[in-house]
């Protein structure tokens, strides 16, 4: 991997904020300053995406505006099982990127690192998964145009056992909900 791609890649994983730094470390407020920099995950914004596949009510999935430069976007997503029976998301696509993968940003020490989620998410029965900034997430790559607030990304979510079910993501402000 080339310097230059490094250094876009890690400019832009910072661009998902780091409200698990900030519940872990005494906040500055100096990275509440910062777009892109939001502390709190917060609750899904209002106009949020929502379906229903079988047992599985998915809302709160949006997406943030990328900031100039920024080669991968980030998307969330709450899915709530309301069956008896587990479930698992193993892969999502859309046609706004050439690859969509899961992620997972942990602390590992005092560092904070993000990683593919192999396999798929579980979804077990009666539970509620969340995906949102700093934890779980949706990582596009590849992305064919910046995502741009006001806009909708396309994705395709694809269960285990509920099959598979098409949803349009807003894109909301690259500053937070």
Do not use: C, W
């Not at 470390?25 to 914004?45: Q, V």
């Not at 590849?142 to 694809?158: D, W």
């Amino acid at each position: 991997m080339n310097r230059n791609y490094a250094a876009a890649l890690l400019m832009s994983i910072g661009a998902f904020s780091l409200s698990v730094v900030g519940a872990m470390a005494e906040d500055s407020g100096a990275m509440k300053s910062m777009p892109g920099m939001h502390m709190d995950a917060g609750a899904a914004p209002s106009g949020s995406a929502t379906a229903k596949l079988g047992d599985l009510d998915i809302s709160g999935g949006y997406v943030h505006a990328m900031l100039p430069g920024q080669p991968v976007g980030g998307g969330y997503i709450t899915i709530h099982n309301t069956g008896k029976t587990d479930d698992k998301l193993t892969s999502v696509t859309s046609s706004a990127a050439g690859k969509v993968e899961l992620h997972e940003m942990k602390m590992e020490g005092e560092i904070m690192k993000m990683r593919e989620v192999k396999g798929g998410i579980a979804i077990p029965a009666g539970a509620t998964v969340t995906l949102a900034p700093n934890t779980m997430h949706m990582m596009f790559k590849q992305v064919k145009m910046p995502f741009k607030q006001g806009g909708t990304v396309p994705v395709m979510l694809m269960f285990d056992k509920a099959g598979m079910v098409d949803i349009n993501l807003p894109v909301v402000s690259a500053k937070g909900n």
